[in-house]
């Protein structure tokens, strides 16, 4: 049986491994980034990073999950900023908004996803990124999930068959458009990406309004 201090060394080591291979797979790419050199700048060998992931593809699904894990936890801090009087229609634009932020602030974090996810589906392991939104609608866990159910019931937010499918699709849909938007980032200016994608949250978040 594993020890208190062992545990919570394993622990440091596999964190410091996963957010210095967030680095590495971002500035290089996935094909191009060593294990080696990731192994080397958390201060650990090739061969103990493979004791705690059995392939480099483990790795790269440990690494997107983290960058997922940090997009959900500053959309959710958000989330929970409730004004006075806001009804859950209006959350939800407020949580598309701060989600969509990341292409702003994440814009290489958001290539690196994609191409995690072509990496992933190469090697079998597409289906395991469970940690990337959204969350099971039924769960009401998650920021826009809570949103949406809060608006249900405040009235400001339809309530029929078509809003799970709803909920899948506006993450679905917005991810896409970010993600195309910091591929070809030469194609746009920072001015022409804010109005495109603010546009698109406004459009999203209307299709949730009660009429």
């Not at 894990?69 to 900023?81: A, C, G, I, Q």
């Amino acid at each position: 049986m594993e020890n208190g201090s062992y545990t919570a060394r394993k622990e440091g080591n596999i964190s410091r491994v996963v957010a210095h291979a967030l680095i590495f797979f971002v500035d290089k790419g996935i094909d191009a980034a060593k294990v080696s050199d990731i192994a080397k700048m958390a201060g650990l060998t090739e061969r103990s990073v493979f004791r705690y992931f059995e392939s480099k593809s483990d790795l790269v699904l440990e690494t997107a999950l983290l960058f997922w894990h940090k997009v959900m936890e500053h959309t959710s801090l958000v989330s929970r900023e409730r004004r006075e009087g806001e009804l859950g229609a209006d959350r939800i634009y407020a949580v598309l908004l701060s989600y969509a932020e990341i292409l702003f602030t994440s814009r290489k974090e958001l290539v690196f996803v994609h191409e995690a996810e072509a990496y992933l589906k190469r090697n079998g392991k597409a289906s395991l990124v469970k940690g990337k939104p959204p969350a099971p609608f039924k769960d009401k866990v998650g920021p826009l999930a809570e949103a949406i159910y809060m608006g249900i019931e405040d009235g400001s937010v339809r309530d029929d068959g078509d809003i799970e499918d709803l909920y899948y699709n506006t993450y679905d849909s917005l991810l896409g458009l970010m993600q195309k938007m910091a591929i070809d980032e030469d194609r746009y200016t920072e001015e022409d990406m804010r109005r495109r994608v603010t546009g698109f949250c406004r459009m999203l978040a209307d299709a949730y309004r009660s009429k």
